[in-house]
């Protein structure tokens, strides 16, 4: 069975799965609330795309004449390990993958910092229409779609590869899973990759744990100025 494929729930070590099973519980305790934060995904994803056609179609045609394909699905856990595809307009070449694995062999100081924050300081697999893209957060629009699906929230914790919620998220992998991830949230706007890891698992955590609608809208404010700074952008 293909893991990478969207719906199919993906696999994991036994903390892990013992974090699933609280999933059920989670839910129950903030069902109203996650049913208001739903109306507001619906209402101002539906709005935004509405808006951002023109936007969305000129940057398609940027990244389409800068050669391969203008929308890249990577594989994302969602809410209960749901497995689904986390859209973005393609910022890197067309063996990224394959790039990536080359430079970590050969590059320790790479290596390190891949492992502690599953980002680099200079990507070279970054194209130049891509780190315009990157550091105005612009890839991340067709997210848009992903939150009408059901896919993803306007505000939660960062999509994860199944690697990372066994290996980083440990006993919090329960938080994680009890909510869909987010286009942007309490990370992004308390220094993204400006902190570490951990930084990052504790405040998705807490995130869940004051899980609210009055949240919701005053991260989506933070979100605006935090981007247009560039704040822990990388």
């Known amino acids: 069975m293909n893991f990478n494929s969207p719906g199919v729930r993906a696999p994991g070590g036994e903390a892990l799965l013992q974090a699933a099973l609280l999933v059920p519980d989670l839910r129950d305790r903030y069902s109203w609330k996650r049913a208001s934060k739903r109306i507001l995904d619906l209402v101002l ?18 990244v389409w004449s800068d050669g391969g394909k203008v929308l890249f699905g990577h594989a994302r856990i969602g809410r209960g390990g749901k497995v689904f595809h986390c859209l973005k307009f393609r910022s890197m070449v067309p063996n990224a993958e394959q790039a990536l694995s080359a430079l970590l062999e050969r590059d320790a100081r790479a290596a390190e910092m891949w492992k502690t924050h599953r980002k680099l300081d200079r990507d070279p697999r970054v194209t130049l229409v891509g780190n315009f893209l990157r550091a105005t957060s612009l890839d991340e629009l067709p997210q848009l779609y992903n939150v009408l699906r059901g896919d993803m929230s306007l505000v939660g914790p960062r999509p994860v590869v199944h690697a990372e919620l066994e290996e980083q998220y440990g006993p919090n992998a329960a938080a994680y899973l009890s909510v869909r991830p987010g286009i942007t949230g309490l990370w992004q706007v308390s220094g993204r990759s400006d902190t570490s890891y951990e930084q990052r698992v504790a405040l998705d955590t807490l995130y869940v744990q004051q899980l609210s609608l009055r949240t919701d809208l005053k991260i989506l404010a933070k979100t605006v100025p935090a981007v247009l700074l560039r704040k822990g952008a990388r």
């Open 45 to 62: 994803s539906g709005t935004m795309l509405m808006i951002l056609v023109p936007v969305l179609l000129a940057i398609a045609l940027v």
